[in-house]
């Protein structure tokens, strides 16, 4: 039976969550034994560590059959492979940064500057769009100490919690995208690894919706009960059951994690008790 090839990365900010999705999506890796590839014992996936920088590389060519890499480096490599689900993680942005004490007048203050940075496709296809005419000036590693040094004017670079920037005296002015960990694949895969893919991106699918809900019980008095059902329709709808406390019942239902505080106030506001939050682990609708 065939398998399907995925690349991770070997060793860096991605790998850690990528062996956890697997982990969450009942795709065990006995990772860490410094072997390169790995079968998993419980699905059909063997998994490929590389640098990140050269996982497009290899799924484009077919060596692996799919791959988790940041956006960012899709972006910059611009090979031909398919974008198939942003994954949520190892969020960050590929920004403009210059020194913190220069004025910041707009875009066209990078006119005829030098730019720094490690993504000179993204940066040249964003100064092309803008009009800009600025000197990229590629290096492997460390922008952040280019413009102190002396070495360029700005820098295009990833910015995450923006400390770096901070304790280099740099300031972020221009965002020009928006990262996170993706999943990618080979254009034109067999049948049987399609469906190898498909099974996979169900369970990826199914963790990720988890992570982006709750699951809520509440007590709440029968005459606020229909109110309170507004607030918190869940899946299909919430399920009732009555207390053993005459006029009161518990509601369970599901809510997402982004509008969290915002119901729980409203709930509180319509009379709900005993409110309990409890984190989903897997959800299939
Ligand atoms: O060895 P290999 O080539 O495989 O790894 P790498 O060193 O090239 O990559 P790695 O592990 O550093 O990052 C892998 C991916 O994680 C990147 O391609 C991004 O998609 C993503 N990511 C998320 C980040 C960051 N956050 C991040 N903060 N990648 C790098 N950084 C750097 C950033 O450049 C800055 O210099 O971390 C520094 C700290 O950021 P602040 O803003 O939090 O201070
Ligand atoms: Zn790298």
């Not at 019942?249 to 982004?258: F, G, Q, T, Y």
């Amino acid at each position: 039976m065939e398998k399907l090839r995925i690349a991770i990365q070997k060793s860096g900010r991605l790998s850690e969550k990528s062996i956890e999705l697997f982990n969450e999506c009942g795709v065990t890796l006995d990772a860490g034994t410094g072997r390169l590839l790995v079968s998993s014992p419980d699905f059909p996936v063997e998994v490929l560590f590389l640098r990140d920088d050269d996982i497009p590389q290899y799924v484009a060519d077919g060596v692996a059959d799919t791959g988790i890499v940041g956006e960012n480096v899709y972006a910059e490599k611009q090979k031909p492979v398919a974008l198939i689900e942003r994954l949520g993680f190892s969020k960050c942005r590929l920004s403009l940064a210059i020194p913190k004490t220069v004025d910041y007048t707009g875009l066209s203050y990078f006119q005829n500057k030098k730019i720094a940075t490690t993504y000179p496709v993204i940066l040249s296809k964003f100064l092309k769009e803008n009009k800009i005419n600025a000197e990229i000036h590629e290096i492997s590693g460390s922008v952040e100490i280019a413009p102190g040094i002396g070495l360029a004017d700005a820098i295009f670079d990833i910015v995450s919690s923006g400390s770096t920037l901070f304790s280099n005296n740099l300031k972020e002015v221009e965002v020009v995208m928006k990262s996170e960990a993706i999943l990618i694949a080979h254009p034109q895969l067999t049948a049987e690894k399609q469906k190898i893919l498909n099974d996979l991106l169900f369970r990826i699918r199914s963790v990720q919706k988890a992570r982006k809900h709750k699951y809520i019980l509440l007590n709440a008095p029968n005459d606020k009960l229909k109110e309170i059902i507004d607030i918190i329709p869940g899946m299909k709808s919430p399920s009732i059951v009555p207390l053993a406390k005459e006029g009161w019942s518990s509601l369970h239902s599901v809510i997402p994690e982004k509008d969290f505080w915002n119901i729980i106030d409203k709930l509180q506001e319509k009379g709900a008790q005993g409110i309990l939050v409890i984190p989903i682990e897997k959800m299939i609708v």
